[in-house]
């Protein structure tokens, strides 16, 4: 059960939250796509785990994107969410918590997000 190929394309579950008020709510379970889009650029995309598949985050891996390993088996990123959480201040940053099932599946997530911002520069 790999976590992520080389190229990119693989996936695993995982349990995202996001920051309000200096405690993180649930968002949702779901599949965590890391996608190659054009200019070298990764997309980040985490599909809900229902029949509907809805799309709990989908963004563009930035070199300027802060992403920070915490915890047993979370990594942390700061974006601008979309969809949206906050209707009000659709385009403020969220910090948003990925947590993973085994503390590798967290090395092996940040260490990708890591060269992937990279390779966006």
Aim: glycine letters at 6%.
């Amino acid at each position: 059960d790999a976590f992520f190929s080389k190229k990119g394309g693989g996936f695993s579950r995982c349990k995202l939250f996001y920051k309000k008020d200096q405690e993180f709510k649930e968002k949702g379970v779901g599949m965590l796509h890391l996608k190659p889009v054009g200019n070298k650029k990764t997309q980040l995309l985490v599909r809900a785990d229902t029949n509907l598949g809805n799309i709990l985050l989908n963004v563009l891996v930035q070199p300027s994107m802060p992403c920070s390993r915490t915890g047993k088996n979370n990594v942390i990123i700061v974006c601008v969410p979309n969809p949206s959480i906050d209707e009000k201040n659709p385009d403020d940053p969220v910090t948003m918590l990925i947590r993973v099932k085994t503390s590798e599946d967290a090395d092996d997530l940040y260490k990708i997000l890591l060269e992937k911002k990279e390779l966006s520069q």
